[in-house]
């Protein structure tokens, strides 16, 4: 088993020989596609110029895939078959078929190389046969999610990518901006090398600027307006998001996100300074200010008390107990602010 990453430098490097069978899957979906594009233009540099894709379901006809692969090619030309296959469960059919092609006596390189594509595979999907005979004759490759702690580093690698730069900081607002995914933090760097020159080095202010549309933009000044204790411009916020129709969960979401992270403050302010209890939490001189000002409005016990609003409100999204969870998240953010 390789992770993607490793696989893709493998292909750009053209060090791999090409396998008969390959499995790519995982829960990071821009790494899947990035394995894809890098193995696809691998194969049509040697030579693998004709590709069929077929999506596999249910009722996918396996013995129709079987017969194709059996007639072969007139002029013998090589070519990808690509089984998009997102549950991960071929059925017995299709592990039996899987199996018995990865077993063949293939070419080097073989005429035909089958690409299979997964979402999420566990523990016992890993561990079965279809799986286990591709990683002893094929490759199988794993998309890992980035670590979020990780995940400015690799926005400033992506910004150098398309010709950017990025400050640690300004890495660090991009990811908390993108809540850790890896697809959404690609589309951005994408539109920013649109926006801004060549060679540009991004601030922390062109990240606040232009990443994200406008209601998760909103989203994030409604954090900042109760962080800094603007009750009014807040709750106007908070309506303006509620008449855009975005969800109450996503809302509590940032909310109790930033209520945790201030009761986590409160108590390192008990064994160490405020400026150690930042480093540790890993928060960064932009949102400082901010976490500054709410510390002096309320004490450890408060913030805990507004977690187990936090509690309250998602138990009236999820139904378990009666009550308007907007009134409460209205609750939430005077008290927040106050």
Request: hydrophobic residues 45%; contains cysteine.
């Amino acid at each position: 088993m390789i992770v993607a990453p490793a696989f893709i430098k493998q292909l750009q490097a053209a060090q791999l020989t090409m396998p008969p069978i390959v499995l790519i899957y995982g829960e990071e979906p821009l790494l899947i596609r990035q394995s894809l594009d890098a193995f696809r233009a691998f194969a049509k540099n040697q030579d693998y110029l004709q590709r069929d894709t077929y999506e596999v379901d249910a009722k996918f006809d396996w013995q129709s895939l079987e017969m194709d692969t059996q007639a072969g090619s007139l002029f013998a030309e090589r070519r990808l078959i690509e089984l998009s296959m997102p549950s991960g469960a071929p059925g017995k059919v299709g592990g039996d078929f899987i199996q018995k092609w990865a077993q063949l006596r293939h070419d080097s390189p073989p005429e035909i190389v089958l690409v299979i594509l997964c979402e999420k595979l566990d523990g016992k999907q890993t561990k079965s046969k279809w799986v286990q005979v591709i990683e002893q004759t094929g490759l199988v490759v794993q998309s890992r999610p980035i670590e979020l702690k990780a995940l400015p580093a690799w926005c400033q690698q992506r910004a150098l990518s398309v010709g950017l730069s990025l400050d640690l900081e300004a890495a660090n607002v991009l990811a908390e901006r993108v809540e850790g995914n890896l697809l959404a933090a690609d589309q951005e760097m994408e539109k920013l090398s649109l926006l801004f020159a060549q060679g540009t080095q991004l601030q922390v202010q062109d990240i606040l600027n232009n990443v994200a549309d406008q209601a998760h933009y909103q989203l994030f000044a409604l954090s900042t307006a109760a962080l800094t204790g603007q009750t009014a411009y807040a709750l106007q916020i908070l309506n303006r998001l509620k008449q855009e129709g975005l969800e109450a969960p996503i809302i509590l979401w940032l909310l109790a996100k930033e209520v945790r992270t201030l009761v986590q403050l409160c108590e390192l302010q008990q064994k160490v300074s405020l400026a150690q209890a930042y480093k540790q939490l890993f928060i960064w001189n932009s949102k400082q200010a901010e976490y500054s000002q709410a510390l002096r409005r309320q004490s450890l016990q408060g913030w805990q008390e507004l977690l187990r609003l936090c509690t309250q409100a998602d138990f009236e999204i999820k139904g378990i107990r009666k009550g308007d969870a907007w009134l409460s998240l209205n609750d939430l953010v005077v008290k927040m602010a106050q």
